[in-house]
């Protein structure tokens, strides 16, 4: 399905008299005259196929018709001195699917002719906000903007509108995701190779970003997280700076980025090549889970209902350990739950509650978290629901412990 495609799905699903007003985003400066690494807005992206600055699109479904418009910047020979070639109209046309492409400085034009043309009642702009406490966005403010010139029209949130669009990926998507996936492989069996105690955790990490940029993914799905001994027991942990030492483990998670789409994989490997009796327990355990979701994944459940079977496993397996009493006192070494959206964010669009349907691509991430052993063990594979059940688009990642030692001593670390 090409971007074309998923353009035509969101038109069937917003009414008549409906204009849609999508911002790719500028950059944002973080000192003096850098600025952060450019991320185009998911939506924009889902919806065009481009990831440029200073983009837009416009699209206007009335009059028994669907008008579509892309914006660009004009080509600034200074500026692409010194930054790079801007995409021509011919190529962004060509690239999005959109054959009317102008120029930024024509947006304003363009909706006055829409607005006052077409009877007009609700804007869809891209209103997403992930905490209360965030900054205004780019397509927020613009939303703002048009909200005080047009005040009678109704917004709309176009990430809403996505959602139920993005949640089940199509062939095109899934084999960007297949890709991301084996990259990351890669990256990982480069760990594998040459992790050995008295390293630094940012050196696998360095190991890893280096194998998948080499292997053509240009950006990462989220900060990678190489967290040894007692910084596996802290969910998001990316300060990467600590030794890694004799006996401890090393928790990875990570993801390549390719054609903008994620993986989202963990691994926990131990320092020395070989898993102590105690961390192969531990370990022993969270695959089990980890298998139990995998083997209950199927369309027609939510993900409340898979992060059930992780908690019902570790609970009882935590109870035969020792670690706690009662299987309800699971969340005491438990404290996420099993499974998200993947796709263009690695935390993808979602809603809670929502079934699962052939397409989704999900993550499978129990893990256990034991502080005063300093045992952090995370396992995290990303399963793509078919029509009976799922696929493990990870499945050639060792996980299994005695898979992951042998590949170790084979490596000859």
């Not at 109704?154 to 809403?160: G, K, P």
């Not at 991301?180 to 040459?194: F, N, P, S, Y």
């Not at 994620?262 to 969270?286: H, M, N, W």
Request: glycine share 8%; aromatic share 8%; net charge negative.
């Amino acid at each position: 399905m090409s971007v074309q495609e998923h353009r035509i799905r969101l038109y069937d699903t917003i009414p008549e008299g409906s204009m849609i007003l999508s911002y790719a985003g500028v950059p944002i400066h973080t000192n003096e005259d850098d600025y952060y690494p450019f991320e185009a807005n998911s939506q924009f992206f889902y919806l065009t196929g481009l990831e440029r600055e200073n983009m837009a699109f416009l699209a206007v479904k009335a009059g028994g018709a669907t008008h579509e418009i892309l914006f660009i910047e004009a080509a600034d020979p200074l500026a692409e001195r010194w930054t790079g070639k801007m995409p021509t109209k011919e190529e962004a046309s060509q690239q999005s699917g959109i054959k009317d492409v102008r120029f930024t400085d024509s947006i304003g034009a363009a909706v006055s002719r829409y607005m006052g043309r077409y009877n007009i009642e609700a804007v869809y702009f891209d209103l997403y906000r992930c905490d209360i406490s965030d900054p205004e966005d780019y397509n927020a403010m613009k939303a703002r903007e048009f909200a005080r010139l047009y005040p009678a029209v109704a917004l709309r949130d176009l990430h809403r509108a996505c959602v139920p669009l993005r949640e089940c990926k199509d062939a095109e998507e899934i084999s960007l995701v297949r890709q991301a996936v084996d990259i990351t492989r890669q990256g990982l069996e480069q760990v594998m190779k040459t992790l050995k105690p008295g390293q630094k955790e940012y050196q696998a990490q360095a190991g890893f970003e280096y194998t998948c940029r080499a292997l053509g993914a240009v950006r990462f799905a989220f900060p990678t997280i190489s967290a040894s001994g007692r910084n596996g027991c802290m969910m998001h942990y990316n300060t990467n700076r600590e030794e890694i030492r004799p006996g401890s483990l090393l928790l990875m998670d990570l993801g390549a980025k390719y054609g903008n789409y994620c993986s989202d994989i963990t691994r926990t490997f131990p320092a020395d090549g070989k898993y102590t009796p105690r961390q192969r327990e531990i370990y022993s355990l969270v695959l089990k889970a980890n298998l139990a979701v995998a083997a209950a994944a199927r369309p027609g459940i939510t993900l409340k209902d898979l992060n059930d079977v992780a908690r019902s496993v570790l609970g009882e397996g935590l109870v035969s350990l020792g670690l706690i009493s009662d299987p309800e006192e699971v969340g005491k070494y438990y404290m996420h739950s099993v499974s998200h959206s993947i796709g263009i964010d690695c935390h993808d669009a979602s809603f809670v509650g929502d079934v699962l349907q052939p397409g989704w691509i999900i993550s499978d991430e129990p893990g256990l978290y034991i502080d005063e052993e300093e045992i952090g063990i995370r396992i995290e594979d990303d399963l793509l629901i078919t029509e009976n059940g799922c696929e493990v688009l990870s499945r050639n990642i060792p996980k299994d412990p005695d898979e992951i030692e042998s590949f170790m001593a084979a490596s000859g670390r």
